[in-house]
């Protein structure tokens, strides 16, 4: 391509309702020895500027892929297969803004355009952030030398940021997360933080560039829940202070309900449904949005009785349905249309989307 | 099925009385004792027969090794793990040798977390399933394929797939072929530890529902080890807290849920997001850490974290007492305090 950048259409003037990022039909697919996998197959949405976007969805079911192809960092033998990630990007200096909108699906993944965007502007909290520290220099270190990368963020228009202000930033970003002793803790190695400290420590990294949309993929499941509270709770204050927008993805119902203010529902690398947290929770459209809700078992429902169940097991990535993937588990499933044609997602309610024939009847081209 | 009235005219069928386990912390050459990790420290509680009891506490709590010694697992420290044999005697597991416990194995059963790990990948569901048969002799090949036909049957697994080997089932199956495994002695006691945590949240329901007919159709007995409150609370009769190695609550279901009497407990609910976005929940109501149990806190090893905590707790340990008929708590306020979770209010729902 040797353009590293492809600017699709430039927007002078930021719209609220216009979308920061839109997701349109992604396609990622994993080309293995035993066949295509193909892990997103037509994923849509959109996240609007400071919104809290929940993807839920069990193993297998695209939406860590979804993530990662966002930020162009789907692991070989994966490639983004089809559809457009329109991001819109902040360009020039402070006072004269323009926004112009990139297809990071069409960025070299390597690309100096990607680079410059991964991290300052779309930035990432990992799921196990044991293993995103490196357990050989200090947390400090490592979030200096992120935002000495990533200058610009801070001086849009000024001369870059010299080791001793970084780390200033950094102490700073560690009082903003909550970290006790933040002066001493950036000297401190990531082995020698405890568990919800190291998550703290990687929110303050990925808050350190200031980024416009933060990416958490599953930030509290390796933590205990009175530590997931604090950490929720936390991303909840700081949403609110910086503005940013964050995509949540999680499979935990719970997590989503009380942080997110919009769900996309994944299953098999698809959108079953997506509306706004309250449809999602009161008004499920999807069969299987619905049986999901209703299998959980919940604080103040019956106990000791049998849940309803959704039967069956999340098929193998090799051996995918045909039509609808939640045909062969859905109780409502329509005889002669759900196992023959995909539905697409359309929209069911005001501002509800869902991919199902009993409301429908749009199919994908196959 | 109801709570059997603990201390009523149910039986028991298991007494755990003032089990520790000690971690020694070694230094230098000499492995000096330099302290000690008290990962179960002085905890005491029964099950009565045909009764679910859920142990829950956030890692590192101390419920696992107790679990783990109540099979033996593990050797405790010191305590008694009194057992109602299937003969009708009283034992205390604690001093039994490997061989001692031998006759008893059968009788006390574990379901493990990871349906990966636990099933031997190289071995048939036969094989897999009827080990423990072969071990407790049961040396007939025809007896034993019929006895894992009839296993797998019980848990919703068709007797076909018994040569197959665990790599061609999903982690649901998995699971009901780990359950098969432990049911095959016909045991009284099943011990499981976080039995469906590492499952798809659409199948966890399955194999919970599985759980509770077994139960129902075996007269088993839970301990149901595990973190998540609503599973915990959707299976269990009674409700044992553990925080830093001790047991800090334990009383009937309902009424732990609704109106804990110590406030780790009510904090612990509060943590959890509840799936319904009208029920504000899963705040962080809770400051800091959970300390390290080599070296707890002075007096009640929640104080430091806890709003309501006087000069008495900073100074003294208080004892786990029964506050209301067979509700314990670990607390000096725990007849003062009224503490709200988001069942609280729920009615009798």
Not at chain 1, 311 to 338: A, Q, T, W
Request: net charge positive.
């Amino acid at each position: 391509m040797g353009l590293g950048m492809l600017p699709i259409r430039t927007a002078t003037e930021a719209g609220a309702a216009q979308p920061l990022l839109s997701v349109r039909d992604l396609r990622v697919t994993f080309a293995m020895d035993e066949g295509v996998v193909r892990a997103v197959d037509g994923a849509s949405f959109d996240v609007l500027p400071g919104q809290v976007v929940g993807i839920v969805g069990e193993s297998g079911c695209g939406k860590s892929v979804t993530m990662r192809a966002i930020l162009q960092i789907v692991d070989k033998p994966g490639r983004i297969a089809g559809g457009e990630i329109l991001f819109r990007r902040r360009l020039g200096q402070a006072g004269a803004e323009t926004e112009e909108t990139v297809d990071l699906a069409r960025l070299p993944p390597r690309g100096s355009a990607m680079r410059s965007i991964r991290g300052a502007e779309i930035a990432l909290i990992p799921q196990e952030p044991m293993a995103a520290f490196s357990p050989v220099h200090t947390v400090g270190e490592q979030i200096i030398e992120a935002i000495l990368l990533h200058w610009r963020q801070w001086r849009p228009d000024g001369r870059p940021l010299s080791r001793t202000e970084a780390r200033q930033i950094t102490g700073d970003l560690f009082r903003d997360v909550g970290i006790s002793m933040p002066d001493q803790r950036v000297d401190a190695y990531s082995w020698q933080l405890s568990g919800g400290l190291r998550q703290r420590a990687m929110i303050a990294m990925a808050l350190s560039c200031k980024p416009r949309l933060l990416i958490a993929d599953e930030p509290t499941t390796a933590i205990d829940v009175t530590t997931q509270a604090q950490v929720l709770a936390l991303l909840r204050d700081l949403q609110r202070k910086y503005g940013m927008a964050i995509i949540f993805i999680t499979h935990d119902l719970g997590v989503i309900a009380q942080m997110a203010s919009y769900v996309v529902v994944m299953y098999l690398g698809r959108v079953m449904e997506e509306g706004p947290v309250d449809e999602i929770f009161h008004a499920p459209k999807h069969p299987y949005t619905r049986a999901l809700l209703r299998s959980m078992p919940s604080l103040y429902g019956q106990a000791r009785v049998a849940l309803p169940v959704i039967s069956g097991s999340l098929p193998h990535p090799f051996n995918r349905p045909s039509g609808c993937p939640f045909h062969p588990r859905c109780g409502d499933v329509l005889p002669g249309r759900c196992a023959s044609r995909v539905p697409s997602l359309q929209p069911v309610g005001e501002r509800q989307s869902a991919s199902c024939f009993l409301y429908h009847d749009v199919a994908d081209p196959a | 099925m109801t709570a059997p009235s603990p201390g009523g005219a149910a039986t028991p069928l298991l007494e755990v009385r003032n089990l520790r386990k000690f971690f020694p912390i070694v230094k230098g050459t000499f492995r000096k004792v330099v302290g000690n990790v008290r990962a179960v420290d002085d905890v005491s509680f029964s099950i009565q027969e045909g009764e679910t009891l859920g142990l829950v506490g956030e890692s590192g709590c101390g419920k696992t090794t107790t679990s783990r010694c109540i099979i033996r697992a593990m050797a405790p420290t010191s305590g008694q793990v009194l057992f109602h044999t299937r003969a009708g005697k009283v034992v205390d597991l604690v001093p039994m040798s490997r061989k001692q416990l031998r006759p008893l194995r059968p009788e006390i059963q574990m379901i493990f977390q990871d349906p990966f790990g636990s099933l031997n990948p190289r071995m048939t569901l036969l094989d897999n399933v009827g080990e423990p048969l072969l071990v407790n002799g049961l040396r007939n090949r025809r007896e034993r394929t019929d006895r894992v036909a009839e296993l797998l049957r019980l848990v919703g697994l068709r007797p076909e797939f018994m040569h197959r080997f665990p790599h061609a089932f999903s982690g649901g199956q998995r699971q009901r072929i780990g359950i098969a495994r432990a049911l095959s002695t016909n045991p009284r006691l099943v011990v499981a530890d976080e039995p469906i945590s590492a499952l798809d949240v659409s199948v966890q329901a399955q194999v919970l529902n599985l759980l509770l007919e077994l139960q129902t159709r075996l007269h088993l007995t839970y301990l149901f080890v595990a973190h998540d409150l609503s599973v915990v609370r959707h299976i269990s009769d009674r409700v044992a807290v553990m925080y830093v190695g001790q047991l800090v609550e334990l009383a009937p279901t309902s009424a732990i849920f609704k109106r804990p009497k110590h406030p780790y407990t009510a904090a612990l609910m509060r943590a959890v997001p509840v799936p319904d976005p009208r029920v504000p929940s899963g705040n962080g109501a809770l400051k800091g850490e959970v300390p390290s149990p080599a070296a707890p806190p002075s007096g009640c090893y929640f104080h430091p974290r806890c709003q309501f905590a006087e000069e008495r707790c900073r100074r003294e340990p208080p004892p786990l007492r029964e506050i209301a008929p067979g509700h314990l708590a670990r607390c000096h306020l725990a007849d003062q305090l009224t503490l709200e979770t988001p069942a609280s209010g729920a009615g009798g729902r």
